[in-house]
């Protein structure tokens, strides 16, 4: 509610009545932005209360307002602020600020190289670059498990401020999980809880470069990690990625010239291409990590989604002597609005790391985090997983055959053997010419500006469209491409 009784002040003044005092204070916070046209207003008799006034003084007030333009009555609902208010219109003459208004301007940090972000109107038709379908996760179940938990005596504590590492029985169920599923042998002391990867990305980031660094990505790579590094300062250097996943004899050679922090990869399915790391290319990256003493950051974003065999397991999983950081996400399992993800890597490293989670977020949502870990025990996530894994093959694959069957002469891909995207080239047609089109269609495409450019290739997220999304998508998308070659190469 407003704060009128703070706001309006009235006092004994021979020259200015006080039902104009009101008006004038109720005229100049309008003018300021602080009240909005249409925002309801007390009526006479609580106004007069809370100002502690006689009623008509407040009356007159409100004749005077409605009189100038400022309020209007609306027939039993009450008094507002109009919505054609009399301000005036002024007009800015072009040029430099004045000396006044420069002196006063804020400065701001800005930050060019990170993409704006708009949402896609709630009416279009959205093709991700890769994300699951929040329609097939329990929410149900984790909503149940949640209120469950939060109605305990036992559980009120997960309420409140606790462990900024994470909730701790996830920590330690997340340790079993990870050496059951991925052969990682580690304790709750090495699993720092975050919301989600990318800020697991920043928080390794944050600790293990400093301005100037070398640090290594793909040709093609995960933008936001690009963002994070270039916010850090420290320096990019691609390394070219092919059908066997990043090029480790290019790294190689980068290495005996230029004195490499870090590696940022991700091998399972290396973003946005989706080729898999192959397992010769592994180990020469971790000799290579020995041998330059370099950290190896692995986003494993999406491992447990592979369709034609068994997953290599993560590069964590091996030997490495403490060079490999490990990165993974509960939010590509169940739902992006999830934000549980997890940072593996030394007790040490946990420890000065959490000492900066502490300062951008106090801590993560720790009802949520321990439903997380009920998941995991109950079997919850098995089955969901085992339920989604399905579902996202078979939407691979009728996407693929749909892409192939109606669009086949105008671009090019490969079936991926996991992940939730197909990494999707157009042939002589510009991408980013498309780009306005295709959303005149009400259809709209994860572009990336950059990888657009160099590639003229774009992500077509199939996990989170059913059967009939795909063909609506597909549909649109060859209206577009038809109608560009009609207009441009006829």
Known sequence: MYPWKSVLSVENNPKRPKYLQIADQVIKEITSGRLHPAQKVPGSRKMAELLGLNRKTVIQAYEELMAQGWLEIRSSSGTYISEKLPLPSYIRLKGQPTHEEAKHKIFLNTFSHID?????????????????????????????????????????????????????????????????????????????ITRGSQMGIFLALKGLIRTG???????????????????????????????????????????????????????????????????????????????????????????????????????????????????????????????????????????????????????????????????????????????????????RDHLAGLLTHHLGNHLSFKVPEGGMAIWTRFNRIPLLALKPVIHEKNLYLDIDRDLARKFNAVRLGFASLNDTEQQEVVGKLKEVVEEFIATNYS
């Open 116 to 192: 704006d972000y708009s949402a896609a109107p709630k009416n279009g038709l959205v093709v991700d670059g890769g994300s699951p379908d929040h329609r097939l996760a329990p929410l149900d179940w984790i909503f149940k498990e949640c209120r469950a938990l939060a109605k305990s005596r036992y559980h009120h504590r997960l309420l409140t401020y606790s462990d900024v590492r994470g909730e701790p029985v996830l920590r330690a169920t997340l340790a079993r999980y990870l050496s059951e599923s991925r052969g990682m042998h580690v304790t709750k002391s090495h699993i720092l």
């Open 213 to 395: 660094d070398a640090v290594v990505v793909g040709d093609s790579s995960y933008d936001a990690a690009d963002w994070a590094v270039q916010y850090h300062e420290g320096q990019l250097h691609r390394v070219t990625v092919d059908d066997m996943g990043l090029d480790t004899g290019e790294l190689e050679k980068l290495c005996q010239n230029v004195p490499v922090k870090l590696v940022y990869i991700t091998p399972h399915h290396h973003f946005p291409t989706t080729v898999t790391l192959s397992n010769d290319r592994r180990i020469h990256l971790l000799e290579l990590a020995f041998r330059h003493n370099f950290t190896i950051l692995e986003d494993d974003y999406d491992y447990d989604f592979h369709y034609s065999s068994s997953p290599l397991l993560p590069l964590a999983s091996l030997d490495h002597r403490g060079h490999v950081v490990y990165i993974g996400s509960f939010s590509k399992i169940f739902a992006p609005n999830i934000r549980v993800g997890y940072l593996v890597g030394s007790p040490e490293m946990v420890e000065e790391l959490s000492k900066v989670r502490r300062i951008i977020d106090r801590q993560g949502d720790h009802l949520v985090e321990r439903v997380i870990a009920e998941a995991i025990v109950s079997g919850e996530l098995g089955r969901h997983l085992k339920k989604s894994v399905t579902c996202y093959h078979h939407r």
